[in-house]
């Protein structure tokens, strides 16, 4: 493009980019939460354990997340459009393959290498592309192309069960087949957008692609640790609350309205608390910090609901733990890629979402086979959602760490530069942030 505005527009395309997003997240993670309803119908077929087909789930999720930089990367050099569009027919592969599947590794093969390939090349491309769209409304669009995700469960769930009531698994895979092949128009829609401070060329190296160099700054190493854990258990509801609400009692239609009123707190909490960190009240470290602890102990909450007495119960202390647990997990879900631009610079979002997406990976790997292996050895999962919301509690407990996350006692001296506008991410004055590639310091407030 030969024209660079001044800064993002903050709007104008930027809110046709935050509607690709929304059905890229709906398409990707919507549908891997809702895909748990289906793993009850594949061990009974294939006479296996919870735990080895929660590996389906866990493969498609942890090569989604793990194999994210490799999608920023690509992004870097060719655009985030053609990336996504490529993606869209990846991940529709990967379903129709995995419809005709005579085996549990045909599914490892096909959603969790193939389909799971393609999510990696179009959910980090696609929610890089609209950061660099907007400023002081980051954040809020950010949270609104991320409810996506729960307005996905919500409509995908019961039509997920009645496919599978009147199609069976491998029809209802065909049918996603054809649906997720509806993110390649998706990716048509990602304009690229040219911004002042933008490298001048492509990387030079695949290192420099991947955005490593990254790591070497302290504020973004402490919130890499801290995400990791945090996936070590953020995704375990995604598989197993479906399969949850059935061990407690429920229904098959009950147990998608347990998975429905979770998405439904889940996207609301996502565009509130995307205004709610725009307009600058409390710094977001901070508030991703307390939205993460309360995730964790919504997650403790699902797991020691008592036992429901029939199926025809409507498990009223289940859907309100359910409701708890998306609410406190829709509010920490738009601050962990709102927060990263204040941490990396705008230039440097792409390749940092990506990188986080790898990190939650290693979490999304091991947490949904430790919750089938610890069903399968105490019988239900009270002890998976406890392990798992231990994890999600430490992760918090590290996002203290970052800078503004906690309440100063005695202010220090203002920098030289002025503060970010109302609505940037780490508003407060204290904290001094510089764009990639230069000297980064931070300057904070001690006790």
């Not at 409304?137 to 307005?151: C, E, Q, S, Y």
């Not at 690229?192 to 060329?201: N, Q, R, S």
């Not at 009123?261 to 996502?270: K, T």
Request: glycine share 14%.
């Amino acid at each position: 493009m030969t024209h660079k505005p001044a800064g993002p527009p903050d709007g104008g395309w930027g809110w046709v980019v935050a509607a690709a997003a929304f059905a890229v997240n709906g398409l990707s993670y919507g549908l891997l939460r809702s895909l748990g309803l289906a793993l009850p119908d594949l061990a009974e077929h294939f006479d296996r354990s919870a735990q080895d087909t929660a590996w389906v789930s866990a493969l498609a999720l942890a090569v989604q997340q793990a194999a994210s930089p490799v999608g920023s990367a690509l992004s870097t050099r060719w655009g985030a459009r053609p990336v996504v569009m490529v993606g869209g027919v990846l991940t529709s592969l990967g379903f129709v393959f995995s419809a005709f599947a005579r085996s549990l590794l045909h599914l490892y093969l096909g959603l969790g290498v193939l389909a799971g390939s393609g999510w990696a090349l179009v959910f980090a491309p696609a929610l890089g592309t609209l950061s660099r769209y907007f400023s002081r409304r980051r954040v809020l669009a950010v949270g609104l192309a991320l409810t996506g995700n729960g307005a996905s469960s919500l409509l995908l769930a019961p039509a997920l069960q009645l496919l599978l009531d009147n199609f069976g698994w491998r029809g209802a895979l065909l049918l996603l087949g054809a649906i997720t092949l509806h993110l390649t128009p998706c990716g048509a829609l990602l304009r690229p957008l040219a911004l002042p401070g933008d490298p001048l060329g492509p990387p030079r190296s695949p290192l420099a692609a991947l955005g490593l160099g990254l790591f070497t700054r302290r504020a973004f190493l402490v919130f890499a640790l801290g995400t990791a854990l945090v996936g070590g258990g953020y995704f375990v509801p995604y598989v197993h609350l479906a399969p949850h609400a059935l061990d407690r009692g429920l229904g098959g239609y009950g147990a998608v309205l347990v998975v429905a009123v979770a998405a439904v707190g889940d996207a609301g909490a996502r565009l509130l608390c995307g205004w709610l960190a725009d307009q600058g009240w409390v710094p977001l470290p901070r508030l991703l910090a307390m939205f993460g602890a309360l995730t964790g102990l919504g997650l403790l909450a699902v797991g020691l609901v008592p036992v429901v007495g029939n199926e025809e119960s409507w498990g009223g202390p289940l859907l309100a733990a359910a409701g708890a647990y998306g609410l406190s997990a829709g509010s920490y879900a738009p601050l962990v890629f709102g927060v990263l631009p204040g941490l990396v610079g705008v230039g440097g979002v792409v390749q940092a979402t990506g990188l986080v997406m790898m990190l939650m990976s290693l979490g999304g790997l091991l947490g949904p086979p430790l919750s089938g292996f610890l069903r399968d050895e105490t019988g239900d999962f009270t002890a998976s959602f406890l392990v798992c919301s231990s994890f999600i509690l430490s992760g918090s407990f590290i996002y203290m760490g970052l800078p503004s996350a906690l309440p100063s006692c005695r202010p220090a001296s203002r920098p030289d530069t002025p503060p970010p506008k109302r609505g940037e991410l780490l508003p407060n004055p204290q904290v001094a942030l510089l764009p990639p590639g230069g000297p980064h310091s931070t300057l904070d407030s001690t006790c």
